[in-house]
């Protein structure tokens, strides 16, 4: 006799946060469904929510072969794709499952964005992961996912436990109700042999395991840990709006919350009106045009209600988010860092922070004291340097090729008594200094591990440095790194944190390599500092 095959189904599980009740309209958009339907299921509270889906005619491009000849009425199909939400109240906590499409009827806004995750850490085998999803505070705000198609340890997927914030995983289940695998982000998605009867115990599980600490494997996770404190939240919300109303954009930026296709989409908008500019990719600067051509004001408030979409080739939103999820910030209140990264508010483990800047004192002093910062651009201020020292030798904009992911690179801005390497940056943001510092590293490690490196840069290098031998290698503790970041802020302790991260990195690195190594501030003139930021001067308000 024949066995029939069981049938696995694909559940996507999301927690609503605590404030939702039992109410499903907090979390269900009610006028996307159609009437719902009372479902009984043993020891659960139950209604099924169906997805209206209006018929839709063809594709636009299906009119290339249409207009040409006359074709069946039903050869191309249509785009009609089912979809249902499932909402199941337990312990007064309200589960939603959703199914095919079905995730769109989900208010985002109202479902615990680390549900999903949390439980699979604490179920999963940290040394049988397949696929990591993560994002870092280096010089580019990276969204990645590392795959492997062989059973791996969290650090085999090339994770940075200081640098990289998780928030997806797959990974092979220790929890056997789960079945075979997990994976984890907003929801937690199982494939599963079950019926309706057996639901409850899936979700009786998945609440024990969001409540339960993170394994010694992944407390790193919990260096950056999420807020949830509804006065705290308002205040932080009113601490950013501060920063708006200041036009201070030095510490945040927008990006996609998360990974996209970029092979499907054009671009972004944020209507989708006709004549809309669509934008190649995502800017703090347009949006803030964008807000400023409508005549709205720059607020934590107006970035909830204002959506971003990624068009296809028919400027279509295939996707879409609220600016406030797209905006990436990080906000200091008393003594505590704080960061907004997808919608949510995060704050730094104090510990974290206490060890950062513990390393930070490392640096050794500087007392050179740089000219007073006063140019449009940075190389006319290293011009004006190198004329005022006969000590300090160009080297700005002398580019040398190096190959791999960098074709080529400065090798410093300033050398000063042929052993000191300058690099001089202007702060603007925290994206250019975390740049500064990896290409500070970079140039410093070409140096001497790169013969080839050597003989391309001694061509540029000034007659008082060139080397003897650029098959030999240099002795490093025979030069000092400089990094000279013109601001008026205390460096490096009021850098933003991540970037405080990054320099430590470069920091520990060129120390390993047994480079001398410095951090000094240029003082820069107020007028100038004015002129950058593109608005009237006003005193301080006092803290």
């Given at each position: 006799?024949?066995?029939?095959?069981?049938?696995?189904?694909?559940l996507?599980?999301?927690?609503?946060?605590?404030?939702?009740?039992?109410?499903?309209?907090?979390?269900?958009?009610?006028?996307?469904s159609?009437?719902?339907?009372?479902?009984?299921v043993?020891?659960?509270?139950?209604?099924?929510?169906?997805?209206?889906?209006?018929?839709?005619?063809?594709?636009?491009?299906?009119?290339?072969?249409?207009?040409?000849?006359?074709?069946?009425?039903?050869?191309?199909?249509?785009?009609?794709?089912?979809?249902?939400?499932?909402?199941?109240?337990?312990?007064?906590?309200?589960?939603?499952?959703?199914?095919?499409?079905?995730?769109?009827?989900?208010?985002?806004?109202?479902?615990?964005?680390?549900?999903?995750?949390?439980?699979?850490?604490?179920?999963?085998?940290?040394d049988?992961?397949?696929?990591?999803?993560?994002?870092?505070?280096?010089?580019?705000?990276?969204?990645?996912?590392?795959?492997?198609?062989?059973?791996?340890?969290?650090?085999?997927?090339?994770?940075?436990?200081?640098?990289?914030?998780?928030?997806?995983?797959?990974?092979?289940?220790?929890?056997?109700?789960?079945?075979?695998?997990?994976?984890?982000?907003?929801?937690?998605?199982?494939?599963?042999?079950?019926?309706?009867?057996?639901?409850?115990?899936?979700?009786?599980?998945?609440?024990?395991?969001?409540?339960?600490?993170?394994?010694?494997?992944?407390?790193?996770?919990?260096?950056?840990?999420?807020?949830?404190?509804?006065?705290?939240?308002?205040?932080?919300?009113?601490?950013?709006?501060?920063?708006?109303?200041?036009?201070?954009?030095?510490?945040?930026?927008?990006?996609?919350?998360?990974?996209?296709?970029?092979?499907?989409?054009?671009?972004?908008?944020?209507?989708?009106?006709?004549?809309?500019?669509?934008?190649?990719v995502?800017?703090?600067?347009?949006?803030?045009?964008?807000?400023?051509?409508?005549?709205?004001?720059?607020?934590?408030?107006?970035?909830?209600?204002?959506?971003?979409?990624?068009?296809?080739?028919?400027?279509?939103?295939?996707?879409?988010?609220?600016?406030?999820?797209c905006?990436?910030?990080?906000?200091?209140?008393?003594?505590?860092q704080?960061?907004?990264?997808?919608?949510?508010?995060?704050?730094?483990?104090?510990?974290?922070?206490?060890?950062?800047?513990?390393?930070?004192?490392?640096?050794?002093?500087?007392?050179?004291?740089?000219?007073?910062?006063?140019?449009?651009?940075?190389?006319?201020?290293?011009?004006?340097?190198?004329g005022?020292?006969?000590?300090?030798?160009?080297?700005?904009?002398?580019?040398?090729?190096?190959?791999?992911?960098?074709?080529?690179?400065?090798?410093?801005?300033?050398?000063?008594?042929?052993?000191?390497?300058?690099?001089?940056?202007?702060?603007?943001?925290s994206?250019?200094?975390?740049?500064?510092?990896?290409?500070?590293?970079?140039?410093?490690?070409?140096?001497?591990?790169?013969?080839?490196?050597?003989?391309?840069?001694?061509?540029?290098?000034?007659?008082?440095?060139?080397?003897?031998?650029?098959?030999?290698?240099?002795?490093?503790?025979?030069?000092?790194?400089?990094?000279?970041?013109?601001?008026?802020?205390?460096?490096?302790?009021?850098?933003?944190?991540?970037?405080?991260?990054?320099?430590?990195?470069?920091?520990?690195?060129?120390?390993?390599?047994?480079y001398?190594?410095?951090?000094?501030a240029?003082?820069?003139?107020?007028?100038?500092?004015?002129?950058?930021?593109?608005?009237?001067?006003?005193?301080?308000?006092?803290t």
């Amino acid at each position: 006799m024949r066995k029939t095959k069981t049938r696995k189904e694909k559940l996507s599980i999301y927690l609503a946060k605590p404030g939702v009740g039992s109410d499903a309209s907090k979390v269900i958009n009610l006028e996307n469904s159609k009437p719902p339907i009372e479902m009984e299921v043993q020891g659960l509270e139950t209604t099924l929510y169906v997805k209206k889906e209006p018929p839709k005619p063809p594709p636009p491009w299906t009119r290339l072969f249409t207009e040409h000849q006359e074709l069946p009425d039903d050869l191309f199909g249509s785009r009609r794709a089912v979809g249902a939400a499932f909402v199941a109240n337990l312990k007064d906590k309200l589960f939603i499952l959703t199914f095919g499409t079905g995730f769109h009827l989900v208010k985002n806004e109202a479902i615990e964005r680390d549900f999903g995750l949390r439980v699979t850490l604490n179920s999963v085998d940290p040394d049988k992961l397949r696929s990591l999803d993560k994002a870092n505070y280096d010089h580019n705000p990276l969204n990645s996912r590392t795959q492997s198609s062989i059973d791996l340890g969290v650090f085999d997927l090339d994770v940075d436990s200081e640098m990289d914030m998780l928030y997806a995983v797959t990974g092979a289940s220790r929890v056997p109700v789960f079945g075979s695998h997990v994976t984890g982000r907003d929801a937690l998605t199982l494939v599963l042999d079950i019926n309706l009867k057996e639901l409850k115990d899936v979700l009786l599980e998945a609440l024990n395991k969001y409540e339960e600490d993170l394994p010694k494997e992944f407390e790193w996770v919990e260096n950056i840990q999420r807020v949830k404190d509804k006065e705290l939240l308002e205040v932080l919300d009113l601490e950013l709006d501060d920063v708006l109303s200041k036009s201070e954009f030095q510490k945040m930026w927008i990006g996609e919350p998360e990974i996209v296709d970029w092979e499907n989409q054009i671009g972004y908008s944020f209507d989708l009106y006709q004549k809309t500019p669509r934008h190649v990719v995502l800017k703090i600067e347009d949006l803030v045009q964008y807000f400023k051509n409508k005549g709205i004001s720059l607020t934590t408030e107006n970035l909830k209600l204002q959506t971003v979409h990624i068009n296809d080739n028919e400027y279509n939103s295939i996707k879409k988010w609220s600016a406030y999820r797209c905006l990436y910030a990080e906000v200091s209140a008393g003594k505590e860092q704080y960061i907004l990264r997808n919608g949510q508010w995060y704050i730094v483990n104090s510990n974290f922070v206490e060890y950062i800047d513990k390393y930070l004192e490392g640096f050794d002093p500087y007392n050179f004291e740089f000219p007073v910062y006063s140019h449009d651009r940075e190389e006319d201020y290293n011009d004006f340097v190198t004329g005022k020292h006969d000590n300090i030798e160009l080297m700005d904009k002398k580019f040398v090729k190096i190959g791999g992911p960098y074709d080529k690179l400065e090798f410093c801005d300033l050398i000063r008594d042929s052993s000191e390497l300058i690099h001089v940056k202007y702060y603007r943001s925290s994206s250019t200094l975390s740049h500064l510092f990896s290409q500070g590293f970079v140039a410093s490690e070409a140096f001497i591990s790169d013969s080839g490196f050597r003989k391309r840069l001694n061509e540029k290098l000034p007659d008082s440095t060139k080397l003897k031998c650029t098959d030999s290698r240099p002795d490093p503790s025979s030069y000092r790194i400089v990094y000279a970041i013109a601001t008026n802020k205390s460096v490096p302790k009021e850098l933003p944190f991540f970037s405080k991260v990054t320099l430590k990195n470069a920091l520990k690195t060129l120390k390993t390599l047994n480079y001398k190594v410095s951090v000094t501030a240029i003082k820069v003139d107020p007028l100038l500092e004015v002129k950058k930021k593109g608005k009237p001067a006003k005193k301080k308000k006092l803290t």
